[in-house]
C-alpha cells in the first residue's frame, strides 16, 4: 500500500505545479526610460506619492504624472515603441505644481481630452487638458473651489442622468491642528456638477463624519445600477472613525449606509481600496490595504445588504509582512490594484507597501507585494520571481500598459526615494520579450458629458467564462488610470464583449450592448454608437 | 480504493501533526507575564509625572484591555471586547495559520503599552521597562519552553502584541485623556472658569489649587451608559443648623475634631495620593495581583479581570469626575470655615483640588469590589499588602466589600467628604463595576 501512496504523490506535486500560476518578468528601466521622479518632505508628506496615467496625445499610450511632495511634480509624455523599451520624455505640460500628493485622470468637461484632479496640502486642482499633452488650471473656469486643505483621496462618477461628474474628495488631518493630529481628521467634501449646460460645480459639501480618508472609490457594489462610495479611512488619527459607504445620489443628501442596512463597523488603517470581480459572481471585491490589517471583502449573503466578509486569509491576499529581504516586523500598504499581470486569465493583486517613515515597528525593508492569482481563486507571493521588486517606501502605483504590447508594466511612487518603473517583458528578455497568455483591451466611449462611461461594466467572455472590470475613477492609493481596460485571455485566441453602460443593472437589455466578436492581442474601443471598432 | 485509503492516512497523518504541534492556548500558562508587568507598573506610575488617580486609572484599563485583546485568539470561546466599547469597533486579529506563544505576546504589548502610557516615566524606569520584557523568558522558564519558541513563533509573537499595542493606543488616544501634560491639555484645563454662587466648589486651603482635570468628565468612557449609575445628587445647600446639609458638615467636624485611632489610621492608610503610592486604581489592581498571584491563576482569566477591573476603575473615574463638575459642591473645609468654625482645616490631609460630590474613593472602590466579589465571591477574605513597604501591611479584610466600605469612610474620617458623597458614590462605583462585569467575553 505505501508504494501505491507514494507513486500518487508525484502526481500530486504535478498537480500543484500545473496550477501556480506563471510568472511574468519585470525588468527595472528606471534610468532608461528617463523617470526621475522623487516624492519627498516631512510630516504632510507622510501619505500620498501618486502617478497619474492617461493618453494625453492619442499616442495610444499612457503618459504619466508623478507627485513630487516637497518637490514639483512631473509629466512624463510616454515616448516607448510599441513592444519596445520604455522611454519618456519629461515636458512642461503646466502640471509642474508645488505640493501634490496624487492624480487622478478625468474627463470633466466631456470634450474627449483628458483633464486631471490633482491632490495637494493646500488647494485642490482641476486641470483641464488642451490637447497635445498641456494642461491648464480650471478651478475658477468650472466654479470648483479647492479649498486649503489635506487632501488625500478622490473619486468620481456620473450619477443618475447628470452630464457632469460628481466629485468625491478625500481629506486627512487638520492642517492647523499638527500638535494633536489624533481625533482631528476634517470632513470630505462632495462636489456635485451645478445646473446649467456648461461645466461648472456647486460650492463644496461636507461628507459628516470624515475619519482621515486615505482611499475612496464609487463602485457599485450591488449592481444596482447606482454606485455607492466607500472610503478608506486611517485609524491612526481618527475618533470613533471607521471604515465608510455613502449613499450618493442626484439630488439627495449624502447619507451612510448603516448597520441597519447590513454595514458592519471595521477599523483598521485604511490606506487604498481595490477592486475585481473576484469570482466571477459579478459582484465586485474589495481589497483594503492597511498596516498588516489588510482585507478583501467579499459579500456575506448576497447584495441585499452591504456586509461583507473577510476571505484575505483563504485566498492568500494577506501581505501582513514582508516576503522577502529579512525584515520580520509588520507590513505597511498602501496602493493596491486587481490586474491581469501574466495574462492568464486571472486576477492579479499589486500591494505597494512601505514603512511610513521610520517606524520603527514596522518593517523598513517592506517589498511590495505581485500576488499572482489562479483559477483556484488562491494567491501566490511571486514579485521576488518576476523581478518586481521594491525595498523603498512605496505610496502610490500602478499596473498599466505603457507600451501597448499588452503586457501590464509597473510603477511605484517611493517616499523619500526615487519613483521606480519595470517594463513586463512576459516569458521572454529585455532583449526579447515574450507574451504569456493573450490579452484583449478595450476602452468605453460614449456621446454626452461621460464619454469614458464611468460607471459601466465591460464584460469578456472567453474560456468558457466571463470576465468582468468595471469603469471607475478612484481607488488605489492617490494613483489612477484612464484608458484601455485590460483582461488576460489565457489560452483564448478570440473572445466576445460587451458593456454594460453607466446605470446598467445586469439583465438590463436597454442598456446592454450586444456581444461583439473580438480577436485576442488586440486593442479596441468600444463604443456606443459604432460598435467595438479596433 | 487504495489511493483513497492512502489519502485517508495521509490526511490523518497531517491532522495528528497538526494537533501536535499546535499551540498552547493562553489559559495553559500562568498569570506571571501579566503580574510581574503589573507590578513594575504600579510603583513606576507612583514615580510619573501626570500620574494622578483618574490618568493612573485609565492607565491601568488600557493596560489590562491591550492584554486581553492581544490574546483573545488563544482564548477558546471568549471573544474580544470590540463593538461594545465606546468608539471601539474592531482591532487586528492574529493570523489564523501562525501559532502564536501567549506569554511572548503578552509580553510585547504590555511593554509596548506601558512605554506609550507612561512616556514621562524616569529613565531609570524606562530602563527597568525594557529589562523586564527582556529578561522575561529567564524569569519565568515555565511559561517560555523554548520547544514552543522558535525563531519564527517568537517574531510573529512579539509583532503581534505590538501591532495590537498600536491599534489600541491609536483608540485611546482620541478618549480625552491622552497626553495629559500636553500643552493642548494644559491649556484646556487652564481656560476652566469655575462657576461661582451659592455651595459652588472654591479653592481649598492651604494651597487654593487649581481644580484638578477639569475636563476629564468630558473623556470618552469605555463602556456606554454610564449615566444609569449617576447618583441622585446630595443634599440641598443650606446653612440653616438643622438641615440635612449642615448635619453632614456637622458630622465631618466632630469627628475630625476627636477622631479615634482607628479612623486615623484608616484615613492615612486609604489615602493612596498620587506621588506616594500607586493611587487607588492602583491600590486595588495591587490587590487583584497579589490575588491572581496567590491563586496560581492561568494567563487567560489574569488578562480578563486585568482588563474587567481596569475598565471599571477608569470608568468610575469619568463618572466620577463628569459628575463632581457638573454638581460642583463645596468641600466641608469650605462649608466649616463659612458656617461654624473659620479655624477648622482637615486635621489629616490637605483637602483634594476639586468638587466635592460624589466622593472618587467611594465610586472607585465601589467598583472595584464589585468586580472583585464576582471573580472571587462575596465573603471573600483577603489580605492587602499594597502597603506592606510603609510598614502598614499586611492588613486583613472580610470581603471586598468591606474593604470598599472602609476605603469609602476614610475621606469622611479624613474631613474632606460629606457621608452622601460616600454612600451614593460608593453605589455608583457598585453599578459601574456590574456593568463591566456586563461586557461580553463569551
Known amino acids: 500500500m505505501l508504494w501505491v501512496g507514494l507513486a500518487i504523490l508525484p502526481n500530486l506535486a504535478a498537480s500543484v505545479a500545473l496550477s501556480a500560476p506563471a510568472v511574468p518578468r519585470f525588468v527595472d528601466e528606471t534610468d532608461a526610460a528617463g523617470i526621475q521622479s522623487r516624492f519627498d518632505g516631512d510630516w504632510e508628506y507622510t501619505v500620498g506619492g501618486g502617478v497619474a496615467a492617461f493618453d494625453c496625445d492619442g499616442s495610444g499610450l499612457p503618459s504619466l504624472f508623478i507627485a513630487g511632495g516637497a518637490n514639483r511634480s512631473k509629466f512624463y509624455r510616454n515616448r516607448s515603441a510599441r513592444g519596445g523599451a520604455l522611454k519618456f520624455v519629461t515636458e512642461r505640460a503646466g502640471?509642474?505644481?508645488?505640493?501634490?500628493?496624487?492624480?487622478?485622470?478625468?474627463?470633466?468637461?466631456?470634450?474627449?481630452?483628458?483633464?486631471?484632479?490633482?491632490?495637494?496640502?493646500?488647494?485642490?486642482?482641476?486641470?483641464?487638458?488642451?490637447?497635445?499633452c498641456r494642461f491648464e488650471r480650471a478651478n475658477e473656469r468650472w466654479a470648483f473651489q479647492g479649498g486649503n486643505q489635506w487632501?488625500?483621496?478622490f473619486a468620481a462618477a456620473w450619477l443618475g442622468d447628470e452630464a457632469r461628474p460628481t466629485l468625491a474628495f478625500g481629506t486627512y488631518i487638520d492642517r492647523s491642528r499638527q500638535d494633536f493630529p489624533w481625533g482631528n481628521c476634517?470632513?470630505?467634501?462632495?462636489?456635485?456638477?451645478?445646473?446649467?449646460?456648461?461645466?461648472?460645480?456647486?460650492?463644496?459639501?461636507?461628507?459628516?463624519p470624515g475619519h482621515c480618508a486615505l482611499g475612496m472609490l464609487f463602485s457599485d457594489w450591488n449592481r444596482s445600477g447606482?454606485?455607492?462610495?466607500?472610503?478608506?479611512?486611517?485609524?491612526?488619527?481618527?475618533?470613533?472613525?471607521?471604515?465608510?459607504?455613502?449613499?450618493?445620489?442626484?439630488?439627495?443628501?449624502?447619507?451612510?449606509?448603516?448597520?441597519?442596512?447590513?454595514?458592519?463597523?471595521?477599523?483598521?488603517?485604511?490606506?487604498?481600496?481595490?477592486?475585481?470581480d473576484l469570482d466571477g459572481s459579478g459582484y465586485p471585491a474589495y481589497y483594503l490595504t492597511s498596516m498588516a490589517d489588510n482585507k478583501l471583502q467579499v459579500l456575506a449573503h448576497g447584495s441585499a445588504q452591504p456586509e461583507y466578509r473577510d476571505v484575505a486569509f483563504a485566498r492568500g491576499v494577506t501581505a501582513h509582512r514582508p516576503f522577502a529581504g529579512g525584515d520580520v516586523h509588520p507590513s505597511t500598504a498602501w496602493h493596491a490594484q486587481f490586474a491581469d499581470a501574466n495574462n492568464d486569465g486571472w486576477p492579479d493583486l499589486f500591494v505597494v507597501k512601505g514603512n511610513v517613515g521610520n517606524m520603527p515597528d514596522f518593517a523598513m525593508l517592506d517589498p511590495s507585494n505581485l500576488l499572482l492569482g489562479g483559477p483556484d481563486g488562491k494567491y501566490i507571493e511571486s514579485a521576488t520571481e518576476a523581478g518586481l521588486v521594491n525595498y523603498q517606501r512605496g505610496r502610490g502605483g500602478l499596473l498599466v500598459d505603457l507600451n501597448g504590447d499588452g503586457l501590464l508594466d509597473a510603477l511605484i511612487v517611493n517616499r523619500w526615494d526615487r519613483a521606480k518603473i519595470w517594463r513586463n517583458v512576459g516569458a521572454g528578455s529585455a532583449a526579447a520579450p515574450k507574451g504569456m497568455g493573450h490579452w484583449l483591451q478595450v476602452r468605453l466611449r460614449q456621446e454626452g458629458g461621460n464619454r469614458d462611461a464611468v460607471g459601466a461594466w465591460l464584460e469578456v467572455e472567453a474560456g468558457g467564462r466571463v470576465q468582468r472590470r468595471e469603469q471607475v475613477i478612484?481607488?488605489?492609493?492617490?494613483?489612477?488610470?484612464?484608458?484601455?481596460?485590460?483582461?488576460?485571455?489565457?489560452?483564448?485566441?478570440?473572445?466576445?464583449?460587451?458593456?454594460?453602460?453607466?446605470?446598467?443593472?445586469?439583465?438590463?437589455?436597454?442598456?446592454?450592448?450586444?456581444?461583439?466578436?473580438?480577436?485576442?492581442?488586440?486593442?479596441?474601443?468600444?463604443?456606443?454608437?459604432?460598435?467595438?471598432?479596433? | 480504493m487504495i489511493a483513497r485509503v492512502f489519502l485517508v492516512l495521509l490526511l490523518a497523518g497531517v491532522g495528528r501533526s497538526y494537533a501536535q504541534g499546535a499551540p498552547p492556548d493562553a489559559g495553559r500558562y500562568s498569570a506571571a507575564v501579566a503580574t510581574e508587568w503589573f507590578r513594575l507598573v504600579l510603583p513606576a506610575i507612583q514615580q510619573t509625572p501626570g500620574q494622578s488617580p483618574p490618568v493612573a486609572a485609565r492607565t491601568l484599563a488600557v493596560l489590562g484591555l491591550g492584554l486581553y485583546e492581544s490574546m483573545v485568539a488563544g482564548m477558546p470561546g471568549r471573544h474580544s471586547f470590540a463593538g461594545q466599547l465606546n468608539e471601539l469597533e474592531s482591532l487586528p486579529e492574529a493570523q489564523p495559520d501562525e501559532p502564536l506563544h501567549w506569554p511572548t505576546v503578552a509580553n510585547a504589548t504590555l511593554a509596548a503599552l506601558t512605554r506609550m502610557l507612561l512616556p514621562n516615566a524616569p529613565a531609570d524606569w524606562m530602563a527597568r521597562f525594557d529589562a523586564l520584557e527582556r529578561n522575561m523568558p529567564v524569569a519565568q522558564p515555565a511559561d517560555f519552553n523554548p520547544a514552543e519558541r522558535t525563531a519564527e513563533v517568537i517574531i510573529r509573537s512579539?509583532?503581534?502584541?505590538?501591532?495590537?499595542?498600536?491599534?489600541?493606543?491609536?483608540?485611546?488616544?482620541?478618549?480625552?485623556?491622552?497626553?495629559?501634560?500636553?500643552?493642548?491639555?494644559?491649556?484646556?484645563?487652564?481656560?476652566?472658569?469655575?462657576?461661582?454662587?451659592?455651595?459652588?466648589?472654591?479653592?481649598?486651603?492651604?494651597?487654593?489649587a487649581r481644580p484638578l482635570l477639569p475636563n476629564w468628565g468630558t473623556n470618552r468612557p469605555f463602556m456606554k451608559g454610564l449615566e444609569k449609575c449617576d447618583p441622585p445628587g446630595p443634599p440641598r445647600y443650606d446653612e440653616t443648623p438643622a438641615s440635612p446639609f449642615h448635619r453632614e458638615a456637622d458630622e465631618v467636624h466632630r469627628i475630625s475634631v476627636h477622631p479615634t485611632e482607628e479612623q486615623r489610621r484608616i484615613a492615612l492608610y486609604w489615602a493612596d495620593d498620587p506621588g506616594k503610592t500607586p493611587t487607588p486604581a492602583g491600590h486595588w489592581a495591587w490587590i487583584l495581583t497579589d490575588l491572581l498571584r496567590d491563586r496560581k491563576a492561568d494567563l487567560a482569566t489574569a488578562a480578563e479581570r486585568y482588563a474587567r477591573m481596569g475598565i471599571a476603575m477608569s470608568d468610575a473615574f469619568v463618572a466620577t469626575w463628569r459628575v463632581k463638575y457638573a454638581v460642583n459642591l463645596l468641600r466641608p473645609v469650605t462649608f466649616i470655615q463659612l458656617a461654624f468654625d473659620a479655624n477648622w482645616v482637615p486635621p489629616l490631609m490637605e483637602t483634594p483640588a476639586f468638587p466635592e460630590y460624589p466622593s472618587g474613593h467611594s465610586v472607585q472602590s465601589g467598583a472595584a469590589s464589585a468586580v472583585l466579589e464576582a471573580f472571587y465571591g462575596r465573603d471573600t477574605a483577603f489580605e492587602d499588602?499594597?502597603?506592606?513597604?510603609?510598614?502598614?501591611?499586611?492588613?486583613?479584610?472580610?470581603s471586598f466589600r468591606a474593604a470598599a466600605e472602609e476605603a469609602a469612610a476614610s475621606r469622611l474620617y479624613a474631613g474632606i467628604h460629606f457621608r452622601s458623597a460616600i454612600e451614593h458614590g460608593t453605589a455608583q462605583g457598585r453599578c459601574i463595576g456590574s456593568r463591566a462585569l456586563g461586557l461580553s467575553t463569551r
Open chain 1, 95 to 132: 502640471l509642474e505644481l508645488t505640493s501634490t500628493l496624487g492624480a487622478y485622470p478625468i474627463d470633466i468637461d466631456g470634450d474627449g481630452v483628458t483633464d486631471l484632479v490633482v491632490l495637494r496640502v493646500g488647494e485642490t486642482l482641476l486641470m483641464r487638458g488642451l490637447g497635445d
Open chain 2, 158 to 208: 512579539e509583532t503581534h502584541g505590538r501591532l495590537l499595542a498600536m491599534a489600541l493606543m491609536t483608540w485611546a488616544r482620541t478618549d480625552g485623556g491622552h497626553d495629559v501634560l500636553g500643552s493642548r491639555r494644559v491649556r484646556l484645563d487652564a481656560s476652566y472658569v469655575s462657576p461661582s454662587g451659592l455651595g459652588a466648589w472654591v479653592p481649598t486651603p492651604p494651597r487654593f
Open chain 1, 186 to 208: 476634517t470632513d470630505n467634501q462632495l462636489v456635485r456638477p451645478a445646473p446649467g449646460a456648461g461645466v461648472a460645480f456647486t460650492a463644496p459639501r461636507p461628507l459628516k
Open chain 1, 226 to 276: 447606482a454606485p455607492a462610495l466607500r472610503v478608506a479611512n486611517d485609524r491612526e488619527y481618527y475618533k470613533g472613525g471607521q471604515e465608510q459607504l455613502w449613499h450618493i445620489a442626484p439630488g439627495s443628501e449624502p447619507r451612510l449606509y448603516t448597520e441597519a442596512e447590513g454595514w458592519k463597523p471595521l477599523q483598521i488603517w485604511g490606506m487604498g481600496i481595490a477592486t475585481t
Open chain 2, 385 to 398: 499588602r499594597t502597603h506592606n513597604d510603609r510598614g502598614w501591611g499586611p492588613k486583613r479584610f472580610k
Open chain 1, 474 to 534: 478612484g481607488g488605489g492609493h492617490a494613483s489612477g488610470a484612464l484608458g484601455f481596460l485590460h483582461v488576460g485571455l489565457g489560452d483564448a485566441t478570440t473572445a466576445r464583449v460587451r458593456v454594460l453602460w453607466p446605470g446598467a443593472r445586469p439583465g438590463d437589455a436597454a442598456l446592454t450592448s450586444p456581444w461583439f466578436e473580438a480577436s485576442a492581442d488586440r486593442s479596441y474601443v468600444l463604443d456606443r454608437r459604432q460598435g467595438l471598432v479596433p
Open chain 1, 151 to 153: 487632501t488625500t483621496a
